[in-house]
């Protein structure tokens, strides 16, 4: 039996994008939420109304840059590449990810 697709946990969905950026190089919408899905093992389900605000909120912070190409269907595709504040960006929220991970760890492991 399947297990049911999971919604991305709010503010990891900014970590991801960037960490698959930084991972594969230059990517379009469809392929990042692809890659995001077949790295969780398709436990995590993206949609166009959770991702692309994303792709836009993150290319207003900078973090990430678009220009338009041709996909491998030969349509027209923005892709999105990693910039330098978005690679310093990543470091830093992997850094805070690791940290609270590590306490939610803790809490059910009952080391609380």
């Known amino acids: ?14 970590l991801m994008v960037l960490k698959t950026l930084e991972a594969m190089g230059p990517m379009h919408g469809y392929g990042i939420a ?3 899905e077949q790295v969780s093992e398709d436990l995590l389900q993206l949609n166009q109304g959770t991702l692309y605000p994303a792709l836009l909120r993150l290319g207003q912070k900078g973090w990430i840059s678009s220009s338009w190409g041709v996909s491998d269907n030969n349509r027209k595709a923005k892709y999105y590449t990693i910039t330098r ?6 470091a830093l929220e992997a850094r805070n990810w690791e940290r609270i991970s590590a306490v939610i ?8």
């Open 1 to 14: 039996m399947a297990s049911p697709k999971t919604d991305v946990l709010q503010g990891t969905l900014d």
């Open 34 to 36: 692809r890659r995001i």
């Open 105 to 112: 760890g803790r809490l059910l492991g009952g080391e609380a």
């Open 85 to 90: 504040p978005g690679r310093k960006q990543l």
